[in-house]
């Protein structure tokens, strides 16, 4: 390598390459049919794994290379057609997929991963080349004489990181171009010869070193390969200029060259360090057919950024906080010019009344832009589900089909990383609570199958997310006894969704015995939990013998809100506008008083908890006559109840700033806003009111107000 050129800086690039091929290795493996498996999936499994050993070669990963290297191996072989694809091997091939990934966050944490950790599934995919070898070699001494045996996929046995030993080759003829492969005359210019060297190395990972030459201080390459010219030139551009280098399409005349020099490209007899035998036909470009070797990239090479198409940029999350962070101040400060030119003659100041009306509107759009910025499909945390469903499945002896929609919806970056294991959870409760095995469900006039479905999907400013099976349901005798046994309240005649709301009470658990999957009666109060952290809430619905469906509604984002502010004394309050449904002015004979001194409101034929914002946060000044007040009813999770303000003030867009972040956490408070006047105003948080004041309506307890 240039001693100027740190690679260091191109580790991220390949962390988040890497995380994304394997991911995608995941969801093929998953879709392979042992029996007749899609040579296009095959394909795209080799390059991914192709990809990932040479990016790892590059930055001397050698775990990660010497892992990747026996995995390639074995699925080169099979995508030929030199191996036949079993069932057991999928379920390796994922294993080696998880161990990547352990390998993978070792290195990112700037660790050497310990060999033990990798021993097992190397040892595995050894003997799996080894049965192969085996049986190659009993085909190939039954085989007819004239017909010569299968290039054959060979164990790595030397050292890590030992340097591949050079081949020469005098007068050898070029191979034939297999299909999809392309000839390549490659010119590098002034080189030295430890970067000619790793650049050669490099070329033999993207397809086969068919002839070098050297003219002085230039040399030329003759490279097979499925890979563009942009692709190679990337792979260089990580050591050289993109001006010491030229590559153009090679002839027959060329190609049929003399290779008097060494052939560069690291073969299988050669240490894991170094990279894959090349070979005839082989199609050896990156995931997506693209550019293999190193990782990756275009993105990386020369610090460029982008892809090759233009199409998308990497940029740090912090970056995009910052840049939302910043916006969400420009709004702020829009805000209080608004208001402060608001008292203007518009006569006199049409103008700036004008520029401030376009301020005002680009202001939003550009806040709107900056948020889909962060904005992520679900597809990132759906695609998580398939392979959790397929070895819970097994583990559990079912039969289960998973069934995803939706998976384009997005959802704020910040909160679909939190909802991953709340939904990890409910998919593991379905698998295992809900969904029978084949022989009860046969039993009961079903497939034997069951069907897990998840879906997401916008609603306003929220989004939806389902987790739904076609399961036994859900046992109200069994949740009611169990909530008896463990002295937890219920009313004497409790509708479905007061008993379905039970087992989201702390340490509740119908599971017959504690197993790793469920029983510990750990869990759906924690999913509620966080749930509601992230400003949401859950709803449940079952049915008899037809299944459990459980329903998540978030706000699409927590760093904007959509908020009517109320105002309650001299102080202005934020209430989440999806949480809204109507205002009224109560008559005093809609009141009614429960024993103590709990209220509650008659709204058309149903008892609303009265909740008094003045008296929850204490402060003086305020409206105590009901008559002479303003109630807004407002839904938390399946209960709603009335709130008491003085006045409602407007509707509007507001920042969200972090309370705890700049003060101190304040109970029934969820976060803050800086309103158009500069003064701050609280943004109430809706479920703890309804926690705080659920009162349990019978009939026997309302006595006259």
Request: charged share 20%; aromatic share 4%.
């Amino acid at each position: 390598m240039s001693d100027g050129l740190d690679l260091r800086q191109f580790y991220q690039t390949f962390f988040e390459e890497a995380d994304e091929l394997l991911a995608e290795m995941e969801r093929l493996l998953l879709d392979l049919d042992a029996q007749e498996p899609d040579p296009e999936h095959l394909n795209a499994i080799f390059r991914a794994a192709h990809s990932i050993k040479g990016g790892a070669a590059t930055f001397g990963f050698v775990a990660l290379t010497e892992t990747t290297h026996l995995l390639e191996n074995l699925l080169d072989a099979i995508r030929r057609g030199e191996m036949a694809l079993r069932a057991d091997m999928i379920d390796i091939f994922l294993e080696t997929k998880d161990v990547l990934n352990g390998q993978l966050e070792t290195y990112r944490n700037d660790a050497e991963p310990a060999p033990e950790t990798y021993a097992r599934i190397c040892a595995v995919l050894q003997q799996l080349a080894h049965e192969q070898l085996d049986a190659a070699t009993a085909a190939a001494m039954t085989a007819p004489p004239a017909v010569a045996p299968a290039a054959l996929p060979v164990v790595s046995t030397a050292p890590a990181g030992a340097a591949p030993e050079p081949v020469a080759v005098e007068s050898a003829p070029a191979p034939a171009p297999a299909e999809g492969e392309q000839r390549f005359k490659i010119t590098l210019k002034g080189l030295a010869a430890k970067d000619r060297d790793a650049i050669v190395e490099e070329f033999g990972n993207l397809g086969q070193v068919t002839g070098q030459t050297e003219q002085g201080a230039n040399t030329t390459v003759w490279l097979l390969s499925t890979c563009t010219p942009d692709d190679l030139e990337a792979v260089a551009c990580f050591i050289i200029d993109a001006n010491q280098i030229h590559i153009e399409p090679a002839g027959g005349a060329a190609a049929t060259a003399t290779a008097t020099a060494v052939i560069a490209a690291a073969s299988a007899q050669a240490g894991p360090a170094g990279a894959s035998q090349p070979k005839a036909g082989a199609d050896q470009g990156g995931a997506g057919g693209g550019s293999g070797g190193t990782g990756g990239s275009a993105a990386a090479a020369g610090g460029r950024g982008t892809d090759k198409d233009g199409g998308s940029i990497r940029v740090g999350v912090e970056k995009v906080d910052q840049l939302i962070n910043l916006v969400g101040e420009l709004v702020i400060t829009q805000a209080m010019l608004k208001q402060t030119v608001s008292t203007l003659d518009p006569a006199l100041h049409d103008r700036l009344l004008n520029g401030m009306e376009q301020l005002e509107r680009n202001a939003r759009d550009l806040q709107e832009a900056v948020m889909g910025i962060r904005m992520m499909p679900m597809d990132y945390v759906f695609s998580r589900f398939p392979r959790l469903v397929r070895d819970l499945a097994a583990k559990l002896g079912k039969k289960v089909e998973l069934v995803t929609a939706g998976r384009a919806t997005e959802l704020d970056k910040g909160l679909i990383e939190r909802i991953i294991d709340p939904l990890t959870h409910l998919v593991r409760n379905s698998l295992d609570h809900g969904i029978e095995t084949p022989d009860l469900r046969l039993a009961a006039g079903k497939t034997d199958t069951g069907r897990l479905a998840l879906s997401a999907q916008h609603s306003g400013g929220n989004i939806i997310i389902e987790v739904a099976d076609d399961g036994a349901g859900l046992d109200r005798e069994r949740i009611l006894a169990k909530a008896h046994a463990q002295g937890i309240p219920v009313s004497d005649n409790p509708t479905d969704e007061d008993i379905w709301q039970l087992i989201f009470a702390p340490g509740f658990s119908t599971a017959t015995q504690v197993t790793d999957v469920s029983g510990r009666g750990v869990g759906m109060d924690v999913v509620k939990r966080n749930i509601q952290g992230m400003g949401g809430h859950v709803q449940l619905s079952s049915r008899a013998g037809g299944g459990t469906t459980t329903r998540i509604v978030l706000p699409l984002t927590l760093a904007i809100l959509d908020g009517m502010s109320v105002k309650v004394g001299q102080e202005v309050f934020i209430l989440p506008l999806s949480h809204v449904t109507e205002s009224l002015q109560p008559t005093n004979d809609q009141f009614r008083t429960l024993a103590g001194d709990d209220r509650v409101l008659y709204v058309r034929g149903e008892y609303l908890p009265l909740v008094e914002l003045h008296r929850a946060f204490a402060v003086a000044g305020a409206q105590t006559d009901p008559e002479q007040a303003i109630v807004v009813i407002m839904q938390a999770e399946d209960r709603r109840f009335a709130l008491m303000v003085d006045q409602l003030v407007g509707q509007h867009q507001v920042v969200v700033k972090s309370l705890e972040t700049n003060y101190r956490k304040v109970p029934g408070i969820s976060a803050a806003t800086i309103l158009g006047d500069g003064s701050v105003a609280l943004i109430v948080d809706v479920f703890a009111l309804a926690r705080n004041n659920r009162t349990r309506l019978n009939a026997s307890e309302i006595v006259s107000a």
